[in-house]
């Protein structure tokens, strides 16, 4: 950094300053913060677009608090817990490969860890798949015409409970998922190019910021994810009134 | 350089952390506690979620400013909620034909 800081004095020489520095900053740091506090506002910007959703849900669930729990309880917990435990475990692995670059370590570690990433996020989404495919066949998809529940799960209805009411779960659990793994799959298509880069050797202690970002988008994913497997999945494990 | 590097054993020590949690929800979610149920769950899902935020995402580690926006996010979350809630739960105060979302069936 002295050649840089040397730069600087002596009115940014272009050819001292390190390469990923961009013109209009001072220095590497101030360039790395404020790449970290955009990124910041992009997800404060996620949380209210999710944040719709989730309210939807409170709304809806606090006026149908049994169709909800009988129709979460179409919804494998087993498969859920799996997917969770795949995708926290793809956090740390992301974690893990913004920590490498970090430190400076090898760029077959760091695009292991993140090609790790990608792999559990990959399982994670065939999961996913293999789920809405069971939906699909059980008549569950929320989309009019579509939604044709089997008339055995019709006539065991808990109490006052309607099909509409059902759908009305379903709808939200393939808005409230589909958007959070519609999100994955832009970050698998985000990480691959910032993957390219790391096989370059282009990333050091001194610039990673890439790498930190996608860390912080990865990252919030995985929270968006921590309260819809509960209030989705776990729901109605307890549930056996009516049945 | 003052960006602060999280040890490994922290990372570890973060996603075990997480694993224990989540079997914790699977196990309360199994047993009914009635309304509790989901007051267990939203305790849980907090605290893994303020574990990927302080330490997965650096948010301990951070400038002041970027908790500045980390609080606001939390802020402008509880306005979109609140707000709508209070509307939503007050409708059933003027009768049941203005609307009462809220009215159990």
């Known amino acids: 950094m002295a050649t840089h800081a040397e730069a600087v004095e002596h009115g940014h020489g272009p050819e001292a300053a390190h390469e990923a520095l961009a013109h209009h900053f001072d220095n590497l740091e101030q360039q790395r913060e404020a790449g970290a506090l955009g990124m910041w506002v992009f997800i404060a910007q996620e949380v209210m677009f999710f944040g719709g959703l989730f309210l939807a849900y409170l709304i809806y669930r606090m006026k149908y608090p049994t169709a909800f729990m009988a129709a979460s309880n179409h919804l494998n917990w087993k498969i859920g817990t799996f997917n969770t435990a795949v995708l926290i475990t793809s956090s740390l692995t992301m974690a893990m490969a913004v920590w490498a670059t970090q430190t400076g370590r090898s760029r077959r570690m760091q695009v292991g860890l993140m090609a790790a990433t990608v792999l559990l996020g990959f399982v994670f989404l065939g999961v996913k798949a293999v789920e809405y495919h069971d939906k699909y066949v059980d008549g569950l998809i929320p989309i009019a015409g579509w939604f044709n529940p089997s008339p055995e799960l019709v006539a065991h209805l808990p109490h006052g409970v309607t099909v509409g009411q059902y759908q009305m779960f379903f709808w939200l659990y393939f808005a409230m998922t589909g958007l959070h793994a519609l999100h994955m799959i832009i970050g698998v298509g985000i990480i691959a190019p910032i993957m390219w880069m790391a096989w370059r050797g282009r990333f050091s202690p001194e610039y990673h910021s890439p790498v930190e970002n996608f860390g912080l988008y990865w990252h919030f994913v995985d929270i968006i994810w921590i309260f819809l497997f509960p209030l989705l999945y776990l729901l109605g494990a307890h549930f056996t009134a009516g049945h | ?105």
């Open chain 2, 1 to 105: 350089m003052s960006e602060h590097i999280v040890p490994r054993t922290t990372y570890f020590g973060v996603f075990g952390a997480l694993l224990v949690l989540t079997a914790l929800t699977v196990v309360a979610a199994n047993i009914n506690f009635g309304k509790m149920n989901d007051v267990i769950a939203m305790t849980i899902a907090v605290t893994k979620m303020t574990l990927v935020l302080l330490f997965f995402m650096h948010v301990r580690y951070s400038s002041r400013l970027i908790w500045v926006i980390v609080a606001s996010m939390f802020f402008w979350l509880l306005i979109l909620l609140s707000l709508t809630l209070t509307d939503y739960t007050s409708r059933d105060w003027f009768g049941a034909n203005v609307g009462g979302i809220m009215s159990r069936q």
